[in-house]
């Protein structure tokens, strides 16, 4: 299967990862840091996307901050000083597979998936 991949410019960052936000419920997500002292470690593991989106102010502003989880708990991951945006699109289908936000020394990715409708269910809890 042909991947497309693309980087997102800097000035787009905000509006780009506002329309993933947006997307239905789901849109479910895999998250993995990979740091070059600690490798990799995975921070959330199918688990539905809340939001993510570029911050504007405050001390944090430039940061791009990531939200997933359910009603019963949430886990947030802060990228705090992104250096570029890379997604990964399917060829044919033109979907999101997964999003690059890379850092100095580092990178989170999110890898999106189809949630089941067990996913879905569980979701509400």
């Given at each position: 299967m042909a991947h497309i991949n693309q980087e997102i410019p800097r000035e787009q960052w905000?509006?780009?990862?506002?329309?993933?936000?947006?997307?239905?419920?789901?849109?479910?997500?895999?998250?993995?840091?990979?740091?070059?002292?600690?490798?990799?470690?995975?921070?959330?593991?199918?688990?539905?996307?809340v939001d993510i989106?570029?911050?504007?102010?405050?001390?944090?502003?430039?940061?791009?901050q990531i939200i997933v989880g359910r009603e019963d708990g949430r886990i947030t991951h802060r990228i705090l000083e992104p250096d570029h945006l890379y997604a990964e699109l399917d060829g044919e289908s033109g979907a999101l597979e997964c999003l690059e936000i890379g850092e100095r020394g580092g990178k989170t990715l999110v890898f999106f998936e189809r949630a089941t409708e067990a996913d879905e269910a569980s979701a509400r809890f």
């Open positions: 905000e509006s780009y990862l506002a329309g993933i936000s947006r997307q239905d419920a789901t849109q479910w997500v895999r998250v993995e840091s990979i740091d070059a002292e600690t490798g990799d470690q995975p921070l959330a593991d199918r688990l539905p996307l989106s570029l911050e504007r102010k405050g001390s944090d502003a430039g940061a791009v």
